[in-house]
């Protein structure tokens, strides 16, 4: 059963009003109270009736969502949950369009960016590449009034109302605890992954891993990064080679996609030891490769959640009322062999 209004006053021991004026972004409640009653929220799990509250007020909603378009699982898996929103947009009354742009590619980022300014909707949410040019597309939508939501990846320095994502150096110092751990007094380098320097979520990632590794096992070598930009085929090129060039390599930190690649050339490195190995993103490759033992742990973010809370940031935005931060935390969930949802 979904939790209710009366459940979140209950836990949280306030009146029902005062959960209104909190879920409603008005006056009148003290920050203790108010902590209580988002406590007591993200503690429930519950989650605001949107189309309610559009019905009431008669209006539609319209909002774009740019993403890259590859074979990249996780996006496939956010572009579905685009979909499905699309799909009960229609008795929300609200209307979502999705807009493709070829990967890491700035020039058709920014055109999309510009193209959905045109016509003028209420918000826009994009997985952002972290470049200038970018970042002033993203502003010239806010001067146009347009509420603009980051997506999995952020836009350093811009005038967007909201980041639907994971604290990706966090992700990366847990990969890179996790990592170490794993290795324990094993010897050989480390190779880290990415799919692209040009995104900040992999940056960050890669920060976090490379501070935790200098702080705790500063003894252990770690190679120069690797851009597979998220394709299979390169990033399984890129780790035979790194097998080939070093025989004794330990671990593998994949903070970005392509991870099919990657699980294919683990299954051809031989009968030797392979590398302790952490990716991020729980797919139907990286689930096989965990249960198969060719992986060791996998970092996931839920894709659905960082799509909803980015149309309630957005909705949000276009009524100027508050959002419930509690909400719009995206968890860091992590996999392993033993723990398989």
Known sequence: MKPTVHDIAAHAGVSLATVDRVL???????????????????????????????LAKGRVYSFVFILPANDNSFMQALRAEVQAAAE?????????????????????????????GRDRPDGVAFVAIDAPEVRAAADRLVEQGIAVVTLVSDLSGSRRVHFA???????????????????????????????????????????????????????RAILPVLEGRDDPVETGRLVQEALLAHPDLAGIYSAGAGNRGLIRALQAGGSGVRPVVIVHELTGA??????QDLIDGVLNQDAGHEVRSAIRVLKAETDRSAVVAAQERIRIDIFLKDNLP
């Open 165 to 219: 994502g994971i604290d990706n150096i966090a992700a990366g110092r847990t990969a890179g605890t996790l990592l170490g751990r794993f290795l324990g007094g094993r010897p050989g380098p480390v190779l880290p992954l990415a799919g692209s320097l040009m995104v900040r979520d992999h940056r960050e990632r890669l920060e976090g891993f490379g501070s935790v590794m200098a702080e705790r096992f500063a003894a």
């Open 286 to 291: 990286t689930r096989d490769a965990l249960a």
């Open 88 to 116: 009960r947009g229609r008795r929300e009354r609200m209307s979502l369009v999705m807009r493709d742009v070829p990967a890491f590619d700035i020039a058709a980022l920014v055109l999309a960016l510009d193209d959905a």
């Open 24 to 54: 409603n972004g008005r006056a009148g409640v003290r920050p203790a109270t108010r902590k209580k009653v988002e406590a007591a929220i993200e503690a429930l799990g519950f989650v605001r009736d949107v189309a309610a509250a559009n």
